[in-house]
């Protein structure tokens, strides 16, 4: 009787999560792909095949920004991780109390407003009658105008500004748990700051690289609105050219298949940086 | 014009009257095609209400793709996206012209527009606003660009911008002295016009600042000066104009782009009844203008220039003489499949170097 | 030419923090190869003095020298000295081995060496064969182990260790103690270990002080802590005792008679500690130094009513109100003889007048 109820009650407790999975992650994907192996003959005609995976390899544009992506991806996410490491870093073992909560939320205050108004942010900054233009020719740095807007360096800014965020968190929650008397250990022991760095520090970070890495890759490489924004005529990205698929060429099947493939990359690096680390998915996003 | 309006109440109320229900009309349109006062009038009138969605062109065809036909009640495309879509994803329902009031529209563009969102012997669409792209020219540093090859011109360069859409490939095409439209139908026509029009905005890249995507970016960039001359629609000209007398609209020496909105009825959609209401209140002619007056573009209704703002007026005329009229470019339907094409060459544009 | 010095030394050590001074000029010397305790409740500054000697803070004045060298100035990685954390502080992310070949790394000691001299300290504290282990393999007595390795491989002037056994239970604790002491004789290095529990300082130092509010009340042997504390606050803080709050009713010579609050009259044979007549005191009596009988003879007798019986086996005790009403806690004797009194049983208390300590009771 007891474990009939305690059954069922496992059950509800099982059936959003079921729910959530198939209705808005698995089927979506079955539809996608189903889409995705459909090849149009003629109007309102459709075969099933893999011509639009042949039409990606066959196209060097397609596969060219393809890497493109994935490699400026990459750069993001080493870039995100660099910057953020000292400020959790910072954050984590260098302050306390109230100046910690301050500058935790301090980091997430551009987050209250979305991700548009933050590119739009940059783009006053850096457009070319923007605030460091400015600022630069009245100090009189520079004789004219600058242009920093609509370069592949925008892109970069723009993605790691966007996902500092999401590198910052994870580390600072596994540092916050690195024992400060294993710090002091390791200088007690001779130990000088690099190599305390080195080999506790970020040993002991590693879940939490590890996570923020994905994440932030993951953010950079399904960014759209950064890249198209910022990056202006030199933008080629790869979400947005699943969107113009999509939207502007109506060949959702193209699309669904560049969507497949998108799914493929970001699964096969993500598994390629925790090989490289050494860490398992389940540590990474268990621990943190 | 008080009076005409009160009276044309009158008329709708009576009209109206015999209707069964008030409805909710979906409605998914351009910014500016529905200003609230008109909706505030038009629920007032009809016991209707209105929810409206603002969108593009390739998103209303994509949403209504999404839902084939759903979701909305009426929608607003172009005229030269009715016939392929139509054919592609069947997502529009054909107009009930018994339920249209015909003498509210100009004649001859509903005849054009009918002729052009025929497909399988039925109507799809009924115009509404119109209005062309051309040029949009700070006069006062680039006042040599007059068409749209002068925007790969020296004396501009780094401070040009256009979009990368189907629209620059034609206007580019027209001024290099070929006919995109008359080659619509021969693949092979088009596709060897598309290379042409490749090479030259290939060449043209290092002119250009950015490629546009949305109306208030290009305006920025023109109100900044960061932009002298740009590919842009008319309104957005005339809005810049406003603000600052050098920069207008010039419809370029190739001809102007001309579009023409239209009304269609998606093929899910379930207030029908409410989407008559809207297109026989909306082209009376006080409401043309009022909408004349917040898009900033013409209507198809008969008189709607009537009681359009004098200064919109005279930038319009300022822009277009008789012979620049005379000249515009209407966009023919566009035959299934050629977006294909299109889409390769813009692919290939963008990622030139 | 060579002077010895002490390993340790600190003279007039003073650590402030804002507002409050944790550290109070504490000077004392720790010869080389003995074992030295501070024992303090929490908070009296132990720990920070502690933080000073490794480096981790720097004294606000005093000096501190180690092997006659000062070490004002010098950084924490630079100083012959080494720590066991209280948690210990192994490294989780590396295995045995490298935790204790960790500070020969530092050195640049070459690989093939730090490899031999890692296995030799895991051998010298009985734990050869697990470098290849990870921490989480091990258990806590192993564990203290391996941080004693870690640190002993360095050669360290002076150890220090910081409540290290604060984590163990009680059985595992009892057995370390020994441990520790035998591993500090075997390396033959100075150790100096903080705590709070007094048992573990009696049982396995050389020296003991006793720290009170930044300052140290008393340096000295654990007998002598025990059986001759200085100052009130050693009486109360080291061992058992019974406090009884009194005035000195009568000094004759070494001899004082002394008036509890509750009216009861002792007699106590004290060194001379300043008390004079009519001054508050307070008087420690240690729960084993009072004996019980059936008969009412001797000195600083008086007779009770037992009002609970405590049994913890070798350590089993009475409490017993005495006519006036004052508690007095005394300890059972092991052979027995009393192993049947029970809650309410009248018996006799007795203790020697050498046996008490008394002070001039605080604020008197």
């Not at chain 1, 994907?29 to 005609?45: A, D, N, T, Y």
């Not at chain 1, 190599?195 to 994440?215: D, L, Q």
């Not at chain 3, 573990?200 to 006793?210: Q, T």
Request: proline share 4%; net charge negative; charged share 15%.
């Amino acid at each position: 009787m007891t474990s009939d109820t305690s059954r069922l009650g496992f059950y509800l407790l099982l059936a959003p999560i079921l729910l959530w999975l198939t209705v808005l992650i698995i089927l979506p994907h079955i539809g996608l792909f189903i889409v995705s192996i459909s090849e149009k003959v003629g109007p309102r005609e459709y075969e099933t095949g893999f011509a639009n995976y042949a039409a990606f390899f066959n196209e060097p544009l397609y596969w060219r920004t393809f890497a493109r992506t994935a490699i400026m991806s990459i750069l993001a996410t080493v870039l995100t991780l660099i910057l953020g490491f000292p400020i959790a870093y910072y954050i984590a073992k260098l302050t306390r109390g109230r100046t910690k909560t301050t500058l935790f939320l301090m980091c997430m205050i551009p987050f209250w407003v979305s991700e548009l108004v933050r590119t739009f942010g940059w783009m006053i900054l850096l457009r070319e009658t923007g605030v460091i233009s400015n600022a630069l020719q009245y100090l009189g740095l520079v004789n004219g105008p600058v242009e920093m807007l609509y370069n592949d360096t925008a892109i970069m800014v723009g993605l790691v500004y966007t996902s500092i965020l999401f590198m910052v968190v994870p580390l600072v929650t596994t540092l916050d748990s690195l024992d400060d008397s294993l710090i002091e250990a390791g200088y007690d022991l001779g130990g000088t700051s690099t190599s305390i760095m080195r080999e506790i520090v970020i040993p002991h970070a590693m879940p939490g690289i590890v996570s923020g890495c994905i994440v932030v890759f993951m953010l950079s490489l399904g960014n759209y609105l950064t890249p198209i924004l910022l990056g202006g005529k030199d933008s080629l990205w790869f979400t947005g050219m699943i969107y113009t698929q999509f939207i502007t060429r109506f060949n959702w099947e193209l699309g669904s298949a560049f969507g497949f493939l998108l799914l493929a990359l970001s699964s096969l690096v993500v598994f390629a940086g925790l090989k490289l680390s050494r860490q398992s998915l389940t540590e990474t996003m268990g621990r943190t | 014009m008080k009076i005409s309006l009160v009276s044309s109440v009158a008329i709708v109320a009576a009209l109206t009257a015999q209707m069964a229900q008030a409805e909710t009309l979906r409605l998914l349109t351009w910014g500016g095609y529905a200003p609230q006062e008109v909706i505030d009038m038009f629920e007032a009138q009809t016991g209707h209400t209105v929810e409206v969605t603002t969108s593009n062109n390739e998103e209303m065809i994509a949403k209504l793709r999404a839902t084939n036909g759903g979701g909305f009640d009426l929608a607003q495309p172009s005229q030269d996206r009715i016939a392929s879509a139509q054919e592609e994803f069947g997502i529009y329902k054909p107009i009930d012209m018994s339920r249209v009031n015909a003498d509210l529209f100009i004649p001859s563009m509903l005849s054009a527009t009918a002729s052009n969102s025929t497909y399988e012997g039925e109507v799809y669409g009924l115009p509404h606003v119109w209005g062309t792209s051309g040029l949009v020219v700070n006069t006062a540093v680039a006042g040599n660009v007059t068409d749209y090859t002068d925007l790969c011109d020296a004396s501009v360069a780094g401070q040009v911008s256009y979009r990368l859409k189907r629209p620059t490939l034609i206007g580019f095409a027209y001024s290099m002295g070929l006919d995109p439209f008359a080659a619509y139908d021969d693949a092979e026509a088009y596709q060897s016009i598309l290379d042409e029009v490749e090479a030259m905005l290939t060449a043209c890249k290092p002119n250009v600042k950015t490629y546009w995507d949305g109306g208030d970016e290009i305006k920025n960039l023109l109100r900044s000066g960061e932009v002298v001359a740009s590919m842009a629609w008319d309104t957005g000209g005339w809005q810049l104009n406003a603000d600052n007398p050098d920069i207008t609209f010039v419809a370029p020496e190739a001809g102007a782009l001309g579009w023409i909105d239209t009304f269609v009825m998606p093929a899910r959609g379930r207030a029908d009844d409410a989407a008559y209401d809207w297109i026989n209140f909306v082209m009376q002619p006080e409401i043309a203008a009022m909408i004349t007056n917040t898009a900033g573009n013409f209507t198809a209704a008969v008189d709607g220039d009537a009681g359009v703002n004098a200064d919109l007026k005279a930038r319009y005329q300022g822009s277009f003489d008789q012979a620049a009229i005379d000249n515009i470019k209407w966009y023919p339907p566009v035959p299934a499949g050629l977006e294909a094409l299109e889409g390769a060459t813009l692919d290939r544009i963008n990622a030139a170097n | 030419m060579s002077v010895s010095y002490p390993d340790l030394m600190c003279s007039d050590l003073t650590k402030d923090f804002d507002g409050f001074r944790a550290v109070d000029r504490v000077s004392f010397e720790v010869p080389q190869g003995s074992f030295f305790s501070i024992l303090g409740p929490s908070g009296c500054g132990k720990t920070t003095l502690l933080r000073m000697i490794a480096g981790f803070q720097s004294p606000t004045s005093g000096d501190l020298r180690i092997k006659g060298k000062s070490m004002i100035g010098v950084p924490p990685n630079k100083r012959p000295v080494s720590m066991v954390f209280q948690h210990l502080a192994l490294f989780p992310t590396m295995n045995i081995g490298d935790n204790v070949g960790f500070g020969l790394r530092q050195r640049g000691v070459a690989k093939s060496e730090i490899k031999s001299r890692v296995a030799k300290v895991l051998e010298r504290v009985g734990l050869p064969d697990v470098s290849q282990r990870r921490i989480d393999q091990i258990s806590g007595g192993q564990k203290q182990r391996v941080a004693i390795a870690r640190c002993m491989v360095l050669e360290p002037d002076v150890l220090l260790l910081d409540e290290p056994l604060g984590a163990l239970d009680l059985k595992l604790r009892e057995h370390m103690k020994v441990e520790l002491k035998s591993l500090q004789s075997a390396f033959n290095t100075t150790f100096v270990y903080i705590t709070h529990d007094q048992s573990e300082a009696l049982v396995m130092s050389d020296n003991i002080a006793v720290m009170n509010n930044g300052r140290f009340e008393q340096i000295g042997t654990p007998h002598d802590v025990y059986h001759a504390p200085s100052t009130a606050f050693v009486a109360g803080f080291v061992g058992d005792a019974n406090v009884i709050n009194a005035r000195v009713s009568a000094v004759n010579g070494a001899m004082l008679i002394l008036t509890s609050n509750a009216g009861t009259e002792m007699k106590i044979e004290a060194p001379a500690n300043g008390l004079s007549v009519g001054q508050r005191a307070q008087v420690f009596l240690r729960p084993e130094a009072i004996e019980l009988g059936a008969a009412a003879d001797g000195v600083n007798v008086s007779s009770g009513e037992v009002a609970s019986v405590l049994f913890n086996g070798a350590n089993s005790s009475v409490t017993v109100q005495d006519q006036s009403g004052d508690l007095l806690k005394v300890a059972l004797p092991q052979t027995g003889r009393f192993a049947n009194l029970r809650k309410g049983d009248i018996v006799f208390t007795r203790w020697d007048p050498k046996q008490a300590r008394c002070y001039p009771a605080p604020g008197a």
